[in-house]
């Protein structure tokens, strides 16, 4: 086999491995929505919580020493941003993921969830003040229509405050990934991630402690509440992370970024396994939400079927 053979060969293998890896990250971020519910039900939500992140942040900066190296300096440059966009973004979009999984179900949260990016871009343009492509609009309505297919909002059922206020988290988390990517100088994303979970963790804990007695929870709370915990913090989040960034830095952020679609599946996936099998509605309403989700990303290819999207023009 020739040398260009051979290289064609490892850059396959490579390839091959990082969509593993970035499908993974997937699943298992789609396994969290199951793992809350059942911290939850020996847990309060704000010491629930704390404590994913928590054990996420130990995981983490045990990660960066072990690999990168703590890095000081990048942390006094941007010992701002990390505190802002780790009390939005850690801070808040946990507290509303734990807090509405009291009343929301794991796939319903999940699907909500689901559509974090498309959020992401739409929020984007209009902080640049530009309009988003027609495109985008068009999958974001597709996929809201799904979210209220799985809900059954078509059939009387009314959203709850819970699927809200993941909602507002799914906003939180869209300014959050804006804001890394604007205000963060020089920094990787596991040193990112390590330093806003940081800062959440430590707001999330403040809460926690005035609000609940989150030792004594954890102090009584059961072998599969801790599990779960565990689990969301080390696989569902740190794990899951890297393995990301990984996919990422090897196949680009937007071949990457497709595969936040088996968030939503995974979820539903799992929540079967638990017994809580999903309805026909709901299987629709997942169906018909991840096609909003791939039109809205540009990965079908609506051409062949006659429709035309002009780009919009920045202003």
């Known amino acids: 086999m020739s040398v260009s053979n051979l290289s ?87 507290a509303t993921l734990f807090l509405g999984m009291k009343t929301s179900s794991p796939v319903t949260a999940a699907l909500i969830m689901g559509t974090s990016p498309l959020t992401t871009n739409l929020l984007d343009s209009i902080l640049l003040r530009r309009l988003p492509s027609p495109l985008a609009v068009v999958g974001m309505l597709v996929s809201l229509i799904g979210v209220a297919l799985t809900v059954g909002a078509f059939s009387g059922t009314h959203f709850a405050s819970g699927d809200l206020l993941i909602l507002t988290g799914s906003v939180l988390w869209a300014l959050y990934t804006i804001g890394c990517r604007r205000w963060v100088v020089d920094a990787t994303p596991i040193e990112t991630s390590a330093w806003t979970m940081l800062a959440g963790m430590l707001v999330l804990g403040l809460v926690a402690f005035r609000l609940e007695a989150p030792l004594a929870a954890f102090a009584h709370a059961s072998i599969a509440a801790w599990t779960a915990t565990i689990w969301m913090a080390v696989v569902g989040s740190a794990l899951a992370l890297i393995f990301w960034q990984v996919g990422i830095a090897r196949r680009g952020p937007s071949a990457t970024s497709v595969l936040f679609n088996l968030v939503p599946v995974s979820a539903l996936v799992v929540a079967a396994i638990f017994g809580r099998a999903p309805d026909v509605m709901q299987v629709a309403g997942v169906a018909v939400a991840l096609f909003g989700i791939m039109l809205a990303s540009g990965k079908l290819p609506v051409e062949r079927f006659g429709w035309h999207f002009r780009r919009p023009v920045s202003h």
């Open 8 to 94: 064609k060969a490892h850059t396959v293998q490579g390839d091959t491995g990082a969509l593993v890896i970035s499908a993974l990250a997937a699943v298992f971020w789609g396994t969290n929505f199951e793992a809350t519910r059942i911290a939850l039900l020996d847990l309060p939500p704000w010491s629930a919580a704390a404590g994913r992140v928590v054990v996420a942040v130990i995981a983490s900066l045990l990660w960066l020493a072990f690999t990168k190296g703590i890095s000081w300096s990048v942390l006094r440059r941007n010992l701002f941003a990390f505190t802002v966009l780790g009390i939005i973004g850690v801070g808040g979009f946990t």
